[in-house]
């Protein structure tokens, strides 16, 4: 099983396009992970994909009437031949049977698609904590997760040492990672190599392997990770100047080079 690491286009925002596409393909990046582009923008984020050789994962993002929205989304998406398709999806205060309706109703769409799609674990989406999860997988066959754990950590306040039997449930319904370390008091920590991290990171990095292991034993040809650090908001910053406490763009790299020194222990 390959590995092969995304850059999200996340807090690159403030850059031209063309100058995000030649940062990541120089960085060794396999691919892009971001939301569908702009319309006006659309031809030339094809070109730049063509250009630079770089893989695509599409991000969806579900509103309003939610099967609707998922469905025109991932059809627009499927026309730029993604990897995979990454969707936010549902709501947390959904009503339970409405969240089975929709990922029933998703899981049937993705089928016709013929792409695989990963459904995030995020606060604010209907997987938005270990035991809510725990009841969808167990009653949609075919539903599939993009393991951001790192939403869980904040919501239940912990490194989830209590929940290892949904976890265990949860790392074998994963297809993608974002490869985000958070902690108990929230969804990013400031840098992941940090040393008062370790417990954090050490966390993360079991649930990673895992996963790895599991598809691997699935039959996976290949296991995607995005580095997905965010920016200010995400990113913690000196109080009276919002000015960073660490370089997003090392921060991702690090990680990046993290994923790859690990990876055949992982799979061992």
């Given at each position: 099983?390959n590995?092969?690491i995304?850059?999200?286009?996340w ?11 030649r940062m990541?393909?120089?960085a060794?990046?396999a691919?892009?992970?971001?939301g569908?582009p702009d ?11 063509k ?7 599409s991000m ?7 099967e609707?929205?998922?469905k ?7 026309t730029?031949s993604p990897v995979?398709?990454?969707?936010h999806?549902?709501?947390d205060?959904m009503p339970?049977?409405q969240?089975?309706d929709?990922?029933?109703f998703a899981v ?6 013929g792409i695989?799609i990963?459904?995030e ?6 997987m ?23 939403h ?7 490194l989830?040492?209590n929940q290892?039997?949904?976890m ?6 994963s297809?993608h990672?974002?490869s985000?370390v958070?902690y108990?008091?929230?969804?990013q920590?400031?840098h992941?190599g940090a040393p008062e991290?370790a417990a ?5 990095a ?6 790895a292991r599991?598809?691997?034993d699935?039959?996976a040809?290949?296991?995607i ?10 990113l ?5 100047t919002n000015q960073p ?6 921060v991702?790299?690090w990680?990046?080079d ?5 990876w055949?222990?992982?799979l061992?």
């Amino acid at each position: 099983m390959n590995l092969r690491i995304f850059k999200a286009l996340w807090g690159m925002e403030h850059l031209p396009l063309e100058t995000q596409f030649r940062m990541i393909a120089e960085a060794g990046y396999a691919g892009i992970e971001a939301g569908l582009p702009d319309p006006t923008t659309e031809e030339r984020f094809r070109a730049l994909l063509k250009e630079y050789g770089l893989g695509y994962t599409s991000m969806v993002f579900t509103g309003g009437d939610h099967e609707q929205s998922f469905k025109s989304q991932v059809e627009r998406a499927a026309t730029f031949s993604p990897v995979l398709i990454n969707a936010h999806s549902a709501k947390d205060d959904m009503p339970y049977e409405q969240q089975l309706d929709f990922y029933r109703f998703a899981v049937d769409v993705e089928r016709d698609l013929g792409i695989p799609i990963a459904h995030e674990t995020h606060r604010g989406r209907a997987m938005f904590t270990p035991w809510a999860t725990e009841q969808l997988l167990k009653d949609v066959p075919g539903l599939n997760l993009c393991a951001d754990f790192s939403h869980w950590c904040t919501v239940c306040e912990s490194l989830l040492e209590n929940q290892a039997e949904r976890m265990k449930l949860a790392t074998a319904r994963s297809i993608h990672i974002h490869s985000r370390v958070g902690y108990a008091e929230g969804p990013q920590v400031n840098h992941p190599g940090a040393p008062e991290h370790a417990a954090a990171l050490a966390a993360h990095a079991d649930w990673w392997r895992d996963i790895a292991r599991n598809r691997r034993d699935q039959g996976a040809e290949q296991l995607i990770f995005v580095p997905e650090f965010g920016p200010p908001g995400y990113l913690q910053t000196l109080p009276f100047t919002n000015q960073p406490v660490s370089d997003l763009w090392e921060v991702c790299l690090w990680m990046k080079d993290y994923i790859e020194r690990n990876w055949n222990d992982w799979l061992n």
